[in-house]
């Protein structure tokens, strides 16, 4: 899987940081968790193929984490898109997108399904399943959690020309779980893998909801809006202090901790990534168009 961190910024834009917006690509789809203003320029800019958008998954109703839906609906339309697209939200979401759309006029051209998160079961993917969980914040707010499928176990290939096979259909023939002459596939074929796995927060206070969202998990995502000396603001605004998120990381045993939706008060991300690692040592701020890949084995910019 591939991470691309399209907006890490919090609540206004600034030059360095925009709205928040992550997009994971898995196999050939890619899904968006949050769309900011400015994300369809991201995505042009990026590598990732705004077209190849599968769901898109708003963690709260909050303009910097969903104003730039319309204009990337519209995008996709005027570029020929047919394929149905999923946006999942918070209840009204899909009063808000039709109101929104109404007044923006023209022609969409492909099916909208909208499901409100409250109500949305594991949604299902070529590559993976996308859950949502209750997040603690201002107004309704969900985070989720991205499931990689497994993937089938590898053939030991010299074992298997040993036993006198071949590669190729001999080989295909055995991923497929079939016996080919006295060799079975367990004889050759290692366990399967299992995949990885990403929980990203939105915004929130520290919660239950997100603490079992989060355990075990490969990867969180997590708010950081405020250093811990504004834990107090962080409080009264139902946010995540950096310490908080990196105790939750901890707790919760996650392999990495990636921090977003950061102030514009911190100009320098060494600071936060310091804090954090004070706590939770596996911790990245990433800048705005950073792509990661991860696996089971390795956590890795690109």
């Known amino acids: 899987m591939d991470i691309l961190f399209l907006g890490t ?9 925009g709205m928040p917006c992550v997009a994971v690509r898995c196999e050939s789809e890619i899904i968006l968790f949050d769309c900011g203003e400015g994300t369809q320029r991201q995505l042009m800019i990026s590598p990732f193929s705004f077209m190849k958008i599968k769901g898109i998954f708003i963690s709260h109703m ?3 984490h969903f104003l730039g ?10 570029m020929g898109r047919k394929e149905k697209l999923l946006v999942c939200g918070p209840e009204g979401m899909e009063d ?16 909208i399904e909208v499901i409100s998160s409250d109500k949305m079961e594991e949604v299902e993917f070529v590559g993976f399943t996308v859950s949502a969980f209750k997040t603690d914040h201002r107004v309704s707010s969900f ?6 499928k497994e993937s089938k176990g590898r053939i030991n290939k010299e074992k298997a020309i040993m036993l006198g096979l071949s590669p190729g259909p001999d080989f295909s023939r055995l991923q ?11 004889m050759v074929i290692g366990p399967r893998v299992p995949g990885c796995s990403i929980v990203y927060s ?12 989060a355990e075990g998990v490969d990867i969180l995502i997590h708010e950081s809006t405020f250093l811990e000396e504004k834990s107090k603001l962080a ?3 139902k946010h995540s202090t950096t310490s908080q998120a990196a105790e939750t990381a901890s707790k919760c045993k996650c392999r990495a901790l990636f921090l977003i939706h950061v102030s514009n008060r911190y100009d320098d991300k060494d600071v936060i990534e310091k804090e954090a690692k004070a706590i939770f040592d596996d911790t990245i701020v990433p800048s705005d168009l950073d792509i990661y890949r991860v696996s089971k084995s390795s956590i890795c910019p690109l």
Do not use: F, W
């Open 235 to 237: 409080e009264d605004r």
């Open 143 to 148: 985070g989720y959690k991205l499931k990689e």
């Open 9 to 17: 910024g919090a609540s206004i834009p600034s030059r360095e940081r």
């Open 96 to 111: 808000t997108l039709n109101t929104i759309l109404t007044a923006c006029e023209g022609i969409i051209g492909y099916e």
């Open 62 to 64: 909050h303009g910097d």
């Open 202 to 213: 939105g915004d929130t206070a520290p919660c239950q909801g997100l603490s079992d969202a």
């Open 176 to 186: 497929k779980g079939e016996t080919v002459g006295n060799v079975s596939p367990e």
């Open 69 to 78: 839906l319309p204009g990337l609906i519209q995008t996709m339309g005027l």
